[in-house]
C-alpha cells in the first residue's frame, strides 16, 4: 500500500459511494486501477466494502489480488459478509486464513461482527472458540465493543450467568450493553418459579440504569415492559408506558405490541384493546398479543372473531397465531371452531403443524371431555409427543375422572419427566377424588423413590406500586400476624356464608381438620388476606400464581368477592380468573 490515504470526499470515492449496480462499479474500479486509487488502503476498503452489497464474488476477486491484505482489509470483508446469511461462511473463512497467517493477528474490529454471526443458527457453536481467541489475542482485557458483542452473543445463546459476568466486568455499561443484559433475563427465564426471579432481576437493572444516566430507548422499553407482563406489575408497567410518552420515544409496533401484551397479562383487557385500536400499523406480532390477550381471559369469541378479522385484512397468520386462536376456543369450548382452525393450518395458510398445535388440540378436546378422541391425536399424530402434551391429557383426565387414560398419562410423563411434581400431584388428586387412598400413597412412594418434592405454590401481588410474594404456609411477612388473623376471619365468614372446604386435593396424609388448615394457607389465599388489610376497599386485588388455582380456592375466591365485595383477578399458570359477585369469569370451565 501506498500512503498518504485520500481523503474521503475524493471525486471517486464519491463516485464509488453511488454505485448501485456491478456494471457502473467495475467501471469506478478500473478508473481507480489507472488512476493508482485502487493501492491505497483507504480506497481499496472502500471498494471492498460497496462491492460486497453489490456482488461479493466481485469483491472476492479484488481481495484475493490483494498482495499482501492488511488486517484492516480483512476485517472490512469480515464484517460486511458476516451480516450476510448466506455468506456468513466465507466470512469465517476468511477468519480461519487471518489466524493462518504468519503476521496478522486478529484485533478489536475482528471479533464484533463474527460474534454477531455467531447469534443464530448454525454458527452458534463457533462463539466458544471465538470467546477463546479474545482472551488470546486481545489480552489483557477486549475493549468495550468486543464485551458488548460477547454481551450479545450470550443473551442471544440464553447463557445468563455468562451474560452477567461479562456485563459485571464493563466499568460504564452503554446502552447497547444494558439493552443485551436486560433483554438476556426477559427472554431466557427457565421454570415458572425462575421467570419471577429474572424479571425481578429486569425491574432492578433498570433502576440502575437508570442510576447510571443511560439513557433508555425503545430496545430498553420492550424489555422492561415485557417483564412487568410477567410479573403481572401494572403499576411499574403503566409508569414504562408513561415513560415511553414522556420522553417522545417511537410508539412503533414492536414497543405497542409489549404494551398490549402487558396489559393483557396484567389484566386490564379493556385496556389493551383499546391501544390495540390505536395502533396505526397492526402486524402479525400484534395481533398474536391481543388474541392472545382474548384467549387467557377467557373470551374465545372475541379472539376468533378479531383472527377471522385479521386474515379478512389480507395478513397472513403465522404457526403462533393459531396457537393463541386455538386457545382462545379451548377455555370457552368452542371444539368445533377450534378443530376448524387446526385442520385449516396446512390446506389454508400453508403452516405445517408442530407439536404447540397438537397440544392445543389434545387440551381443547380433553377439556371437553372427549378424551379418547384426544388420546388418539396424542397416539397418532406424526411426531414423537412430549411431556407438554401427556400432561394435558392428564390434566383433561383429572377432570373428567377417567383414571385409565390418567394412568396410561403419567406413564410416558414419568419417563420424560421423572422430576417434574405437577405430573404425581395430578394423578394423585384424581385417586383421591375418588377415595383410592391406597393408591394417593402410591404415587407419595414414588415421588419419594424418584426424589420429586411438590413446587410450592407462590402468589405475587402488587399493593401501590410494590410487588409482594407469598408462599403456601408463608409468615416472612413483616405483616404476618395481621394476615393470619385476616386469615382466620375470612375462614370463619366463609363456613357462615356455607363454604365447605373441598380438602380432596391435598396430599398430605392428616387429619380432615388439618386439611383444612392447609387449603387456609395457600399462597393466594395469603395474598389476598394481605390485600383486603393494605389495599384500598374498592381497587381490584390483582395476583400472579406460579402454578394452577385449586378447585377450593377457585370456590372460595368466588365466595370472598361477594363477600368482601372486591374484585379478584388472579392469573394461574394457564389462564385469567376473575372473580366478581361470587361468580368466575371462567363459569368454572377451566
Known sequence: MRGPNPSSNHPTLLLLEKCKTLRILKKVHAHMITTGLILHTYPLGRILLISSTIAFTHALSIFNHIPNPTIFLYNTLISSLANHKSHTHIAFSLYSRVLTHTTLNPNSFTFPSLFKACGSQPWRRHGGALHTHVLKFLEPSPDPFVQAALLNYYAKCGKVGACRYLFNQLRNPDLASWNSILSAYVHNSGDVCEDVSLSLEVLSLFIRMQKSLVKANEVTLVALISACAELGALSQGAWAHVYVLKHNLKLNHILGTALIDMYSKCGCLDLA????????????????????????????????????????????????????????????????????????????????????????????????????????????????????????????????????????????????????????????????????????????KLMKDHGVNKLPGSSLVEIGGALHEFLTGDKAHPCSKEI?????????????????????????????????????????????????????????????????????????????????????????????????EGACSCSDYW
Open 273 to 444: 384493546y383499546q391501544l390495540f385500536d390505536q395502533m396505526p400499523h397492526r402486524d402479525t406480532l400484534c395481533y398474536n398479543a391481543m388474541i392472545g390477550g382474548f384467549a387467557i381471559h377467557g373470551c374465545g369469541h372475541q379472539a376468533l372473531d378479531l383472527f377471522k378479522k385479521m386474515t379478512l385484512q389480507g395478513l397472513a397468520p403465522d404457526d403462533v397465531t393459531l396457537i393463541v386462536t386455538m386457545c382462545g376456543c379451548s377455555h370457552v369450548g368452542l371444539v368445533d371452531e377450534g378443530c376448524e382452525v387446526f385442520d385449516s393450518m396446512k390446506e389454508v395458510y400453508g403452516i405445517e403443524r408442530k407439536l404447540e398445535h397438537y397440544g392445543c388440540l389434545v387440551d381443547l378436546l380433553g377439556r371437553a371431555g372427549r378424551l379418547r378422541e384426544a388420546e388418539e391425536r396424542v397416539l397418532n399424530m406424526p411426531m414423537k409427543p412430549n411431556a407438554v402434551l401427556w400432561r394435558s391429557l392428564l390434566g383433561s383426565a383429572r377432570v373428567h375422572g377417567n383414571l385409565e387414560i390418567g394412568e396410561v398419562s403419567i406413564k410416558h410423563l414419568i419417563q420424560l419427566e421423572p422430576e417434574t411434581s405437577g405430573n404425581y400431584v395430578l394423578l394423585s388428586n384424581m385417586y383421591a377424588s375418588v377415595n383410592r387412598w391406597d393408591d394417593v400413597k402410591r404415587v407419595r
Open 484 to 580: 393470619y388473623l385476616k386469615l382466620e376471619e375470612m375462614s370463619k365468614r366463609l363456613h357462615e356464608n356455607g363454604h365447605k372446604p373441598s380438602t380432596l386435593e391435598v396430599l398430605f396424609d392428616i387429619e380432615e381438620e388439618e386439611k383444612e388448615d392447609a387449603l387456609s394457607y395457600h399462597s393466594e389465599r395469603l395474598a389476598i388476606a394481605f390485600a383486603l388489610i393494605a389495599s384500598h376497599p374498592c381497587a381490584p386485588i390483582r395476583i400472579t400464581k406460579n402454578l394452577r388455582v385449586c378447585c377450593d380456592c377457585h370456590t372460595s375466591s368466588k365466595l370472598i368477592s361477594k363477600i368482601y365485595e372486591r374484585e379478584i383477578i388472579v392469573r394461574d399458570r394457564n389462564r385469567f380468573h376473575h372473580f366478581k
